[in-house]
C-alpha cells in the first residue's frame, strides 16, 4: 500500500478547534481539570499542550469538569458586559478563553478531552478589576443532570460549593486578602449572551483579516516599463485595501494573529 506524504498535526485545543456548529446553545468544552485532581493542570497556550500549573497546595478542588470553550477571549465585549452589569469602572477582560463548568454524573479520571456541554447559567466573577466569568454546564446527555436548563434548577449546595471553590481557590494563607467576588449569578439566557461575547472577542483578535493600508510614499517616477491595465494588479502585491491573509484553517498548523497574548498570565 502506497504512504500517504500528508502530515497532519493534533488541533491546538483554544485555536484549532471550533466552539461546536450549535454553538452557544450546545459548546465544545475542553476540559482541563476534573474533580480528583491533586494537580492543577492548565493548558500552556503557546504550545497547545496540557501542562502543571501548581501542585493543589490546600485543600481545594474543583466539584466539576473544568475547562474552557475554544476559539473565545474574554476581552473587550465581556469585559463591557460585566461593566454594564455590575456597574464597575475600568474593568478589563482577562486575556484568556472562556471557563467552563461542566457538570455530570459520571466520574472522569483524567482531564485534556473535549466534551459536549449544555449551558444553563454562570457566575460573573470579578478578580481585581478584570471580568472572569465562569460559565455553569450540564454535560449532555448525562443521566442525573442532561435535563437541566436553568442554573436555578440546581441543588442549593452543589451551587454554594462552586462558589466557595472559585471565591477560595486563589487564596493563600498568610497572605493578604484577593478582591475576588461573584458579582452575579445569572442564568441561562445570560450566559448564551457571554458566550456570544467571547466568540466575537476572539474574532477580533485572532481571525480579522489584516487589510493593507495605502502607502504614503510618493509615486515612483515613471518608467518605460508597460502598465498593468486598469483595475489590474502587477507584480503580485495585493492592492490597498485589499485582505493579504484570512481565516487560518481549523486545525492548520499555521500562526495565529496574537496567538501566545495572555500565555504568562499564570492560572485562572
Not at 129 to 144: G, M, P
Not at 157 to 168: I, Q
Request: aromatic share 6%; net charge positive.
Amino acid at each position: 500500500m502506497k504512504k500517504s506524504n500528508q502530515t497532519t498535526f493534533q488541533s491546538h485545543p483554544w485555536h484549532g478547534i471550533s466552539p461546536g456548529p450549535e454553538s452557544p446553545e450546545v459548546v465544545n468544552a475542553y476540559i482541563e481539570i476534573v474533580p480528583t485532581d491533586a494537580v492543577k493542570y492548565e493548558l500552556d497556550k503557546e504550545s497547545g499542550i496540557l501542562k502543571v500549573d501548581r501542585p493543589q497546595r490546600f485543600s481545594s478542588q474543583c466539584p466539576t469538569l473544568y475547562g474552557f470553550i475554544p476559539q473565545t477571549y474574554c476581552g473587550d465585549q465581556v469585559a463591557k458586559r460585566c461593566a454594564e452589569r455590575t456597574g464597575y469602572k475600568d474593568i478589563h477582560g482577562d486575556g484568556d478563553p472562556i471557563d467552563i463548568c461542566v457538570l455530570t454524573e459520571k466520574v472522569v479520571s483524567n482531564g485534556n478531552l473535549l466534551v459536549h456541554a449544555v449551558p444553563i447559567g454562570g457566575f460573573r466573577m470579578v478578580d481585581g478589576n478584570e471580568a472572569d466569568d465562569k460559565i455553569i454546564a450540564v454535560l449532555e446527555s448525562d443521566l442525573v443532570y442532561g435535563e437541566l436548563q436553568y442554573i436555578a434548577q440546581l441543588p442549593r449546595p452543589l451551587l454554594d460549593r462552586l462558589k466557595h471553590y472559585f471565591l477560595t481557590y486563589k487564596q493563600i494563607p498568610g497572605e493578604g486578602k484577593r478582591s475576588v467576588e461573584i458579582a452575579e449569578v445569572y442564568d441561562r439566557s445570560e450566559a448564551l449572551e457571554v458566550i456570544r461575547r467571547s466568540m466575537r472577542d476572539y474574532d477580533k483578535l485572532f481571525t480579522e483579516p489584516v487589510v493593507e493600508k495605502p502607502s504614503r510614499r510618493a509615486a515612483p517616477a515613471a518608467s518605460s516599463r508597460r502598465k498593468a491595465p486598469a483595475g489590474k494588479v502587477s507584480s503580485g502585491k495585493a492592492p490597498a485595501g485589499k485582505v493579504l491573509s484570512g481565516k487560518a484553517p481549523s486545525g492548520k498548523g499555521l500562526a495565529v494573529k496574537g496567538a501566545g497574548r495572555g500565555a504568562g498570565k499564570g492560572s485562572k
